[in-house]
């Protein structure tokens, strides 16, 4: 079955940085599209970035763009995301989520990673 | 890329249809077929109910239907159910390989 694993909970301070993984199982994923998401706690969700098959092409927020990176490994069957300069507004789960090629829509979510910045 | 605008809440009465408006603006909703809507549970991922502004994946109730007109897409609920309730997410292609989602609409049966 499609399953999306995520790499755990981390507590970060201001200023850090954070890389969350994300493997992938089940299906080919070499053909899908692959996209970060976050949601604060009690807010809406936030869509920060997203990669392509190849890995070649990624495009981010507006607002995020220069502190995110979205890269993936092929031979791992996984994909990372790398936040920089952390804020206590980053505080959010964050979760990756996979999109059939060209379909625009997200039709299969990781489990969510929470992610605390603190000092 | 300011998020779409949702109302915060609708409420319906188990049977009735309620609708969930999203509006955007010419350069995402406005220009495009790839709008989806998303379901949300309290500590749950989200799950997709709609997509391509009408589509219905497998497995989603046929009580979930989607239209855009201009700028405003919309979700509408028919037959309310008390498991409908949950917050729900649209979601628009904005070009440039980028997307926004709304700011959410909480659902309540009552």
């Known amino acids: 079955q499609v399953q999306l694993v995520q790499s755990g909970a981390e507590m970060k301070k201001p200023g850090a940085s954070v890389k969350i993984s994300c493997k992938a199982s089940g299906y080919a994923f070499s053909s899908y599209f692959m996209h970060w998401v976050r949601q604060a706690p009690g807010q809406g969700l936030e869509w920060m970035g997203i990669i392509d098959p190849s890995g070649t092409h990624t495009s981010y927020a507006q607002k995020l763009q220069g502190r995110v990176t979205v890269t993936r490994d092929t031979s791992t069957s996984s994909v990372y995301m790398e936040l920089n300069s952390l804020r206590s507004e980053d505080t959010a789960i964050y979760y990756c989520a996979r999109e059939p090629s060209g379909s625009g829509c997200i039709d299969f979510w990781g489990q969510g990673t929470l992610i605390t910045v603190t000092s | 890329q300011s998020a779409l605008t949702q109302p915060a809440s609708v409420s319906g009465s188990p049977g009735q249809s309620i609708t969930i408006s999203c509006t955007g603006t010419?350069?995402?909703?406005?220009?495009?077929?790839?709008v989806s809507w998303y379901q949300q549970h309290p500590g749950k991922a989200p799950k997709v109910m709609i997509y391509e502004g009408s589509k219905r994946p497998s497995g989603v109730s046929n009580r979930f239907s989607g239209s855009k007109s201009g700028n405003t897409a919309s979700l509408t609920i028919s037959g309310l159910q008390a498991e409908d309730e949950a917050e729900y997410y649209c979601c628009s292609y904005a070009g440039s390989s980028t997307y926004v989602f709304g700011a959410g609409t909480k659902v309540s049966v009552l």
């Open positions: 010419s350069s995402d909703v406005g220009s495009s077929n790839l």
